[in-house]
C-alpha cells in the first residue's frame, strides 16, 4: 500500500476473524519504546472482563467519559472485541514529552498493521486498569511503565467503510 492510502484507510476495527497474529507480525509493526504484547485470546478477554468490572466499580475516578459507562455496563460489550492480539504501548519515564512520544509511536504501529493487512484499534477506556499496581503486577510489568495506547491487532471480519476526511479546523496565526 502507498503511505497515502495507508494513512487514508486505517480505521478502528472492532469486529476480528478467528485468524491468529503471530509474534513476527507483531514484531514488524514495533519499532521504538517499551511494549507489552499479549497473543492468547483467552487470556486478551479476561483482561478486558477485569478492566470493565474494574472501571464500572470506579468510574467516577476513572477519568472515562460519561458516555462509555452504557457500552461497559453492556454484558455483551467485549473490551478487547475479541481480538487475538493486545499491544500496550508503555512510556519508560514520566518525562514531559514521553506519552507524546508513545503517541506518535502507536500511531505508526496502526499505520504499519495497516499496511500488513491487520485491523487496529486503540482502546484508551483500559488505560486507568493497566495502570493499577495491581494489574502491572498480574501481567508482570515494571511498576515504572505508564500504559499510553492500549491496541486490539487483529484480521478484520470487514473494513469499516471510509467516510472522507474530517475537515481540519485551521487558524492561521500571524496573518
Known amino acids: 500500500m502507498e503511505l497515502r492510502d495507508v494513512i487514508k484507510y486505517r480505521r478502528s476495527v ?15 509493526i514495533i519499532e521504538v519504546a517499551a511494549f507489552a504484547v499479549e497473543l492468547n485470546r483467552a487470556r486478551i478477554d479476561e483482561y478486558g472482563k477485569q478492566a470493565k468490572i474494574w472501571s464500572l466499580a470506579n468510574f467516577s475516578q476513572s477519568g472515562l ?3 462509555i459507562r452504557e457500552k461497559l455496563e453492556d454484558p455483551e460489550f467485549a ?3 475479541h481480538a487475538p492480539a493486545l499491544v500496550i504501548v508503555m512510556a519508560t519515564s514520566s518525562e514531559i514529552q514521553a506519552e507524546e512520544d508513545c503517541c506518535l509511536v502507536a500511531e505508526n504501529l496502526m499505520l504499519a498493521a495497516r499496511d500488513k493487512g491487520l485491523g487496529t484499534c486503540w482502546i484508551g477506556s483500559a488505560r486507568p486498569w493497566l495502570d493499577l499496581p495491581s494489574t502491572k503486577d498480574k501481567l508482570n510489568l515494571p511498576d515504572h511503565l ?20 474530517i475537515p481540519a479546523e485551521i487558524y492561521w496565526l500571524g496573518l
Do not use: C, M, N
Open 146 to 165: 505508564k500504559a499510553v495506547a492500549p491496541i486490539v491487532i487483529g484480521y478484520p471480519k470487514a473494513w469499516p467503510e471510509f467516510h472522507g476526511p
Open 79 to 81: 473490551l478487547f472485541y
Open 14 to 28: 472492532r469486529e476480528y476473524t478467528d485468524a491468529l497474529v503471530d509474534q513476527g507480525t507483531i514484531k514488524s
Open 65 to 67: 467519559p460519561p458516555d
